[in-house]
């Protein structure tokens, strides 16, 4: 029996109030298990950014539970919260979000900073986590003189080093041509083959059909949960 993950219940999200309020989600279910690879896609405006920040302890919703890797995170405090997020989650951006007078070695270093792990070892894992996404030859070169691929994959190294028990990615091949987009969904595809749950807000058709189930949002509300990647088209067309 698979073990769920992620655990949303009737999560809502509300902005403003009175006549100007708006429910960014609205009564939203979801579970994802251990090991899936999930899209989150939908137009804009549907709902997913929101349910993202949700799902990685960003942003709180305003009523119901979420329940990540067993625990109901909706009522922690925020520096319990901070912690958590750290140490369960590892987050893939569009933008890399690299320090640039940092090498690569140094910046997939800096998350087990905050987790109190020892120098020593977090130059290992470092170390390791790069080699995983193939830049053994580049762990000595900063920001700038890596290409955008190679940035993502460190950017995806420092998501992993701390062993998450899911890793988000939003909208990670964005900024990527089609060539290095390939590229960098082969390593998700490594890593979910690996145990790690993948889950990936992208407006991206080409990149969806390449993980293994799709949810789709609309107007704040899951609409399907369980979408075959191959049966993307009839949703695009409605």
Not at 201 to 210: I, N, S
Request: one cysteine or more.
């Amino acid at each position: 029996m698979q073990k769920t993950i992620i655990r949303l219940e009737h999560i809502f999200k509300t902005y403003g109030s009175g006549d100007i309020q708006v429910n960014a989600l609205s009564d939203v279910n979801l579970t994802i298990e251990a090991g899936e690879y999930c899209a989150i896609m939908g137009p804009s405006g549907s709902g997913k950014s929101t349910a993202m920040n949700v799902i990685g302890c960003l942003d709180r919703p305003t009523s119901g539970a979420y329940f990540l890797d067993g625990l109901d995170v909706s009522t922690i405090a925020d520096g319990e919260l901070a912690k958590i997020r750290n140490r369960n989650l590892g987050f893939v951006f569009q933008q890399f979000h690299l320090l640039p007078q940092l090498s690569a070695l140094e910046n997939v270093m800096l998350p087990m900073v905050y987790a109190g792990v020892p120098n020593t070892e977090r130059k290992e894992r470092a170390a390791e986590a790069l080699t995983r996404v193939g830049l053994a030859n580049r762990m000595g070169n900063r920001p700038n003189q890596l290409s955008g691929g190679q940035q993502q994959r460190v950017a995806i190294a420092r998501a992993i080093v701390n062993h998450p028990v899911v890793l988000l990615a939003d909208e990670p091949t964005g900024a990527l041509d089609s060539h290095t987009t390939q590229e960098v969904m082969n390593i998700f595809a490594e890593l979910n083959a690996s145990g790690i749950t993948v889950v990936m807000v992208t407006h991206e058709p080409e990149v969806a059909r390449l993980t293994r189930r799709v949810v789709w949002f609309r107007d704040g509300q899951v609409v399907e949960s369980h979408l075959a990647p191959t049966e993307l088209g009839h949703m695009l067309a409605a």
